[in-house]
């Protein structure tokens, strides 16, 4: 019987036994007659045991054996408590799939390197085992705000990326050359779009990449990032309220549940995580006003939060807090007003907590065919371009309501990161679209 090639996250499941695993060299100490090489296969990382006496061919193969070179290795598994995984490998034979030459040595080391030099190597960094576990991360919080949305019985519609107009405001539109002598512009919400599917289906969402030119450089905005966008017919602003909270809740517990070495690679304190559960905190955006004030920030009605009021609102709640009723004139032209107080929008963004600020952004629509005409007006956006948008109104208008969630901000979170360039496998951002 060969011996079976298993993965290191599995390589428990095989105590006592033969395995191999199809990897890379990470690190490799030598003492004496013995070797302790630790390997990585991109599930984890697994230190194993050389013997010359023993098993001088595997020995041999990796005495000196360059960082990064591709093995595989075969070995025994045994428990071991103080091994990272706990377990080890007592390698029996080591076959080197490709060494990596002494003249040109892998780039990184381990030690600490400039971040700009690491994202100068991204398609490299990507390898090490804080970096894949921030990947590993990002994929299950993707999936469980797939299931999650697919649960509550919404269809995915994927919107567009080339668009014929701007919906989020000009000032950070990417402009394309189309066909011909056309313009076209790279998608910065699928929103609009996911109205139209809406009134198609009744509950949909869609969930792709989205792009701004952001002239900012902070540590959470990024030019090009994922947004999932759930848009419903017949929906109010209640109703996003409570699916953002449930949609939230559900990406982090599952990473929580599923993710549990990876977050203890990153030294995340998951008893943080363990509290995000419904219902979180919902204040009004003047209620918002008032903390802030009492926290010496002199904002006032018609202020847009920026990072530093959102840090200091979210101090108050271990959960993310929900910011609802924004002035109308502060958010985009689709967006529905409180029929009680005209001046306020039907509008929420959610709050994340330990100062990784807004992670969604949504509410409910304008309706009415003549408001949109007007608002369109108002914001001097191009009316030909949204005259598909303007069928919406015309053929069976209803009430409907929808969000944006960032992905990057939401992971970023969960991880821990301090930026949010670390969760997305190739950032692009003001100054980078290398490698
Ligand atoms: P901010 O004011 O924080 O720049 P926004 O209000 O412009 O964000 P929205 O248009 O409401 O953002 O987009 C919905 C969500 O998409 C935001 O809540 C955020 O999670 C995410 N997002 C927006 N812009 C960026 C960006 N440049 N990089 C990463 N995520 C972003
Ligand atoms: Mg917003």
Request: aromatic share 10%.
């Amino acid at each position: 019987m060969s011996t079976p090639v298993v993965s290191i996250e599995h390589v428990g499941e095989h105590a006592g036994k033969e395995v191999s695993i199809r990897g890379w060299l990470y690190n490799l100490r030598e003492s004496g007659k013995l070797l302790f090489p630790i390997f990585r296969d991109g599930t984890g990382i697994i230190q194993g045991v050389i013997s010359l006496k023993e098993h001088p061919d595997a020995f041999n193969a990796a005495k000196g054996l360059t960082q990064e070179s591709s093995v595989v290795v075969t070995g025994k598994v045994a428990a071991e408590a103080r091994a990272p995984g706990g377990y080890e490998l007592h390698v029996s034979a080591l076959e080197v799939v490709q060494r990596v030459s002494e003249s040109q040595p892998y780039p990184i080391q381990l030690k600490e390197h400039g971040v700009d030099f690491l994202l100068d190597q991204r398609h490299l960094w990507i390898r090490t085992p804080r970096q894949a576990s921030i990947l590993r991360i990002r994929a299950e919080a993707e999936r469980a705000a797939r299931n999650f949305m697919d649960s509550q019985g919404y269809t995915l519609t994927d919107a567009p990326i080339f668009t014929p107009a701007a919906c989020e405001g000009t000032t950070t539109l990417f402009e394309v050359d189309y066909i011909d002598d056309q313009k076209a512009y790279l998608t910065q919400s699928g929103q609009l779009y996911v109205e139209a599917t809406a009134a198609a289906l009744g509950k949909v969402y869609c969930f792709g990449p989205t792009f701004r030119a952001e002239k900012s450089k902070t540590r959470r905005h990024l030019t090009e990032f994922w947004m999932l966008e759930p848009e419903a017919a017949y929906a109010h602003l209640e109703d996003m309220m409570a699916l953002g909270e449930g949609l939230v809740s559900a990406m982090v517990q599952e990473c929580v549940k599923n993710r549990a070495r990876e977050l203890e690679m990153l030294k995340r304190d998951v008893s943080k995580l363990e509290k995000i559960k419904p219902p979180f905190p919902r204040i009004m955006y003047e209620e918002a006003i008032k903390v802030l004030n009492e926290n010496g920030n002199p904002a006032k009605f018609g202020d847009d939060f920026g990072g530093d009021e959102e840090t200091i609102i979210s101090k108050n709640f271990d959960k993310p807090v929900i910011i609802h009723r924004y002035p109308a004139a502060m958010k985009a032209f689709y967006m529905a007003t409180d029929a009680a107080r005209p001046e306020l929008s039907l509008s929420f963004d959610m709050i994340a907590p330990e100062g990784y600020g807004e992670i969604i952004g949504g509410g409910e629509r304008l309706s009415s065919y003549e408001t949109v005409i007007e608002r369109l007006r108002q914001n001097n956006l191009p009316e030909e371009s949204f005259q598909w948008y303007l069928d919406l109104r015309r053929y069976g208008s209803v009430p409907h309501a929808g969000f944006g969630l960032g992905l990057e901000r939401t992971v970023a979170w969960i991880c821990g990161t301090e930026h949010i360039r670390e969760v997305i496998p190739f950032p692009r951002m003001l100054y980078r679209v290398y490698p």
